[in-house]
């Protein structure tokens, strides 16, 4: 009878290792998650505050252009930094509209607009920072 004992502890000891190894992998799977979340949410807050200086640099565009340029630099790295972290297609979206949006400002500044509508960016971060929101 100690014989058939023995293969049932062992079953059972592999059981619950192979429990616990599961259970490992589903927390840090779901915490992984969380915290791609909480970067995207981190991120897209820090292009809402790139986007506000976007804005003010665009209405101060004439004393001095260079602020654009570091605002439209300051949101290209937020997006970079997004789109690193995440395989969510919705955020992924929002992140190349968002581009695509920055992109069309950068080129109305270099073709000699001194006042580039930055609306069609502001509507972008919008979006990114609801499709960020948990």
């Given at each position: 009878?100690?014989?058939?004992?023995?293969?049932?502890?062992?079953?059972?000891?592999?059981?619950?290792?192979?429990?616990?190894?599961?259970l490992t992998i589903?927390?840090?799977?779901?915490?992984?998650?969380?915290?791609?979340?909480?970067?995207?949410?981190?991120?897209?807050?820090?292009?809402?505050?790139?986007?506000?200086?976007?804005?003010?640099?665009?209405?101060?565009?004439?004393?001095?252009?260079?602020?654009?340029?570091?605002?439209?630099?300051?949101?290209?790295?937020?997006?970079?930094?997004?789109?690193?972290?995440?395989?969510?297609?919705?955020?992924?979206?929002?992140?190349?509209?968002?581009?695509?949006?920055?992109?069309?400002?950068?080129?109305?500044?270099?073709?000699g607009d001194t006042?580039?509508?930055?609306?069609?960016?502001?509507?972008?971060?919008?979006?990114?920072?609801?499709?960020?929101?948990?």
């Amino acid at each position: 009878m100690a014989a058939s004992r023995r293969p049932r502890r062992r079953t059972a000891g592999i059981a619950a290792a192979v429990a616990a190894t599961a259970l490992t992998i589903g927390l840090t799977t779901g915490c992984d998650a969380v915290d791609k979340a909480l970067d995207c949410v981190q991120t897209a807050d820090a292009i809402a505050d790139s986007v506000t200086r976007l804005q003010q640099a665009a209405e101060n565009a004439a004393d001095d252009p260079t602020q654009l340029d570091e605002s439209l630099a300051a949101i290209d790295t937020d997006l970079d930094r997004i789109g690193d972290k995440t395989d969510n297609a919705d955020v992924n979206k929002a992140v190349d509209d968002l581009g695509k949006a920055v992109d069309n400002v950068r080129t109305a500044v270099r073709n000699g607009d001194t006042t580039p509508d930055v609306s069609p960016v502001t509507d972008a971060a919008g979006e990114l920072t609801k499709v960020c929101t948990p």
